[in-house]
C-alpha cells in the first residue's frame, strides 16, 4: 500500500470498498492533529464559533441508457428545467473554498470551515471529469499550509438518513466514505479526518439503533458527532439547558441488553441554517458568549453551526460578501488569536483535552425520547422484549414519542409514506447480506470483486434520502430503479 494513496483499481463503481484493514489502520489512532500546528491558546480565547459546509448531490439512474450520473450533470443536461440553471453557481460552491481560504490566509487573516461532501458528490465530480474543482479541494486538504484552517468532516457515503438505514450498513456507508475520500485525497488526508456530520443532522432514538451507530463510527475511528440540538436532551428528558449547548457533551446510548457507549458531540444550534453561516452569525452570536466552568476548568464557549454550502440565494451571494467582511474585522480587532475566534471540531477538543478535560468530565446526554423508555425500563437490568413492550405501549398511549429520530427539521418524516420505498431498501440490503456475508468471512477480499462493489453500490444509493425528500414522482421512481437493478444483479 503506497504512503499516500489507496491503490488504484482500474472499475467504473466508485472506490468504496476492498481495503477495509488498511482504512482502519490509517483511522484508528489517538494522535493529535491540530494541537502541535495550532496557534489558538485556551487561556486567550473567551468563546469560538465553528462553521461547516455540507455539500451533496445524489446519484441518479438518469444517463444515457440508465446510466449512473450526478445529479450536477442532469442539471447541465436539462438547464430549462426546475432550478437547473443553477448548475454553474452550484458547481462554483463545491470548488470555492479552495480560492477562498488560501486568499484569506494570505491576507493575514486566521480562517476556520470544517468540510462534508457526500461520497455521491465526490464521485459524481470524478465522473464529470471536474479536475478544476477537484484540484482546488485537494490543496485545501493535502497542503500542510492549510492544515490548520480546514478540516474535513466524514459523513454516510450516499447520504442516507441513519433510523431508516438498516443497521447492518451503517458500517458499509462510513467505510465506503472513507475509501472514496482516500482515494481522492489520499491516507494522510483521510487520518486527519475525525468528525463527523451525519446526513440531514440526524441522529437515531431507538436505544439499538442508536447504540449500533455510535459503535460503527468509534469502530471506523471517528472521535466525534455534530448533533442538533433539539435531538438530544438530558438524562432526566428536559432540554440542554442554554449554556450546555455551547460545551462538548458526551451523548449516551444504552441498547436493549443494558451495554453502554458514548461518545463526544458538538451542538449545532437551531435556526435557519444557510442564514446562519451565509451571515456568518455564529461569530456574532459567540461574541456574546464567554468561558464556562467543566470540572473546574475554565473553558471557551463554542457555537456551532451547519449549513448546506451551494443551496440558496444567501450561499450563493450573501456568504462570500460577509465571509470576507467577517474576517477583516476579527483579523483587525486581533489577528483571530484572542477574544472570539474561530476554531474547528478537533482543533477545540484537543485544545480542551490539553487542558485536561476528558470525555467523562462533558455533561451527559442521550437521544431525544429515551427518557420515557428508560422510565419505565430498568436500565441496569433490561431486555429486548422489555424495550419493545415499552416501545409499543409508548406509541399507543403517548402521540408526542416516536423512535424515528430527530434531524434538522421537525416537518419532514424520513419514514412516514414511503413504504414504497423503505421496504424495497430493507428488501436489497437483506439479500445484498445473505450473498456476501458468509462469503467475506471466509474471504475478506470479496470486498474487491466488481460484482461486490457493483451490489454494494446499488445497496448505498437506494439509501440516499432524496429519493424521499422530494416526494413521490419523479424521485421514488429512481429509487425503484435502483432496486430492480440491485435485485436483478443479486439474484444473476
Not at 288 to 307: D, E, F, H, N, Y
Not at 392 to 419: K, M, R
Not at 425 to 439: G, I, K, P, T, W
Request: charged letters at 20%; proline letters at 7%.
Amino acid at each position: 500500500m503506497s504512503p499516500t494513496t489507496l491503490p488504484e483499481v482500474r472499475s467504473p463503481f466508485p472506490p468504496i470498498s476492498g481495503w477495509e484493514t488498511e482504512v482502519r489502520s490509517i483511522t484508528h489512532h489517538a494522535d493529535p492533529l491540530f494541537l502541535p500546528i495550532t496557534n489558538l491558546s485556551v487561556e486567550n480565547i473567551n468563546a469560538g464559533f465553528a462553521c461547516a459546509l455540507h455539500m451533496h448531490q445524489p446519484t441518479i439512474p438518469a444517463g444515457v441508457n440508465g446510466a449512473l450520473i450526478s445529479n450536477l450533470q442532469q442539471m447541465y443536461e436539462h438547464p430549462h428545467e426546475g432550478d437547473n440553471h443553477n448548475a454553474d453557481p452550484f458547481a462554483w460552491c463545491y470548488g470555492r473554498m479552495g480560492d477562498f481560504i488560501p486568499q484569506l490566509v494570505a491576507e493575514g487573516c486566521n480562517p476556520r470551515i470544517m468540510l462534508d461532501y457526500s461520497g455521491n458528490l465526490l464521485w459524481g465530480l470524478s465522473q464529470m471529469g471536474r479536475s478544476d474543482i477537484l484540484d482546488k479541494l485537494k490543496r485545501i486538504a493535502c497542503d500542510p499550509a492549510y492544515y490548520l484552517n480546514v478540516e474535513w468532516l466524514g459523513t454516510m457515503w450516499s447520504h442516507a438518513v441513519v433510523t431508516s438505514t438498516p443497521i447492518a450498513d451503517l458500517k458499509l456507508h462510513l467505510q465506503a466514505w472513507q475509501h472514496q475520500f482516500a482515494a481522492i485525497f489520499g491516507v494522510d488526508a483521510l487520518k486527519r479526518v475525525k468528525g463527523f456530520s451525519p446526513p440531514e443532522m440526524h441522529l437515531p432514538n431507538h436505544p439499538d439503533a442508536l447504540y449500533a451507530y455510535i459503535e460503527a463510527l468509534l469502530d471506523c475511528g471517528y472521535r466525534w458527532l455534530m448533533v442538533q440540538e433539539h435531538s438530544i436532551e438530558t438524562l432526566d428528558g428536559s432540554p440542554l439547558p442554554q449554556d450546555q449547548k455551547y460545551l462538548p457533551n458526551r451523548l449516551v446510548a444504552r441498547n436493549s441488553h443494558g451495554e453502554t457507549i458514548a461518545i463526544t458531540v458538538l451542538v449545532k444550534t437551531q435556526g435557519s441554517d444557510t442564514k446562519l453561516v451565509a451571515q456568518m452569525q455564529p461569530y456574532f452570536e459567540a461574541k456574546g458568549r464567554g468561558k464556562q466552568t467543566v470540572t473546574g476548568k475554565s473553558i471557551p464557549s463554542l457555537v456551532t453551526q451547519i449549513a448546506d454550502g451551494e443551496n440558496g440565494g444567501v450561499m450563493m451571494n450573501e456568504y462570500p460578501r460577509d465571509l470576507f467582511r467577517v474576517y477583516y474585522e476579527i483579523r483587525d480587532a486581533g489577528g483571530g488569536k484572542t477574544g472570539t475566534v474561530p476554531m474547528n471540531g478537533t482543533e477545540y477538543l484537543e485544545l480542551l483535552e490539553a487542558a485536561g478535560v476528558q470525555l467523562e468530565d462533558y455533561p451527559p446526554c442521550q437521544a431525544v425520547q429515551q427518557h420515557k423508555i428508560w422510565q419505565s425500563v430498568d436500565p441496569n437490568h433490561p431486555t429486548p422484549e422489555a424495550v419493545q413492550e415499552t416501545i409499543a405501549h409508548l406509541q399507543q398511549t403517548d402521540p408526542h414519542f416516536h423512535i424515528d429520530g430527530a434531524s434538522w427539521t421537525n416537518h419532514i418524516s424520513w419514514v412516514q409514506g414511503y413504504e414504497n420505498v423503505l421496504e424495497p431498501m430493507v428488501q436489497l440490503s437483506r439479500a445484498f447480506h445473505e450473498r456476501y456475508d458468509r462469503l467475506i468471512e471466509q474471504d475478506p477480499t470479496v470486498t474487491r470483486q466488481p460484482d461486490y462493489q457493483e451490489a454494494l453500490l446499488y445497496n448505498l444509493l437506494l439509501q440516499t434520502s432524496c429519493f424521499r425528500y422530494w416526494g413521490q414522482g419523479t424521485w421514488t421512481d429512481y429509487a425503484r430503479t435502483l432496486f430492480d437493478r440491485g435485485m436483478a444483479l443479486l439474484r444473476d
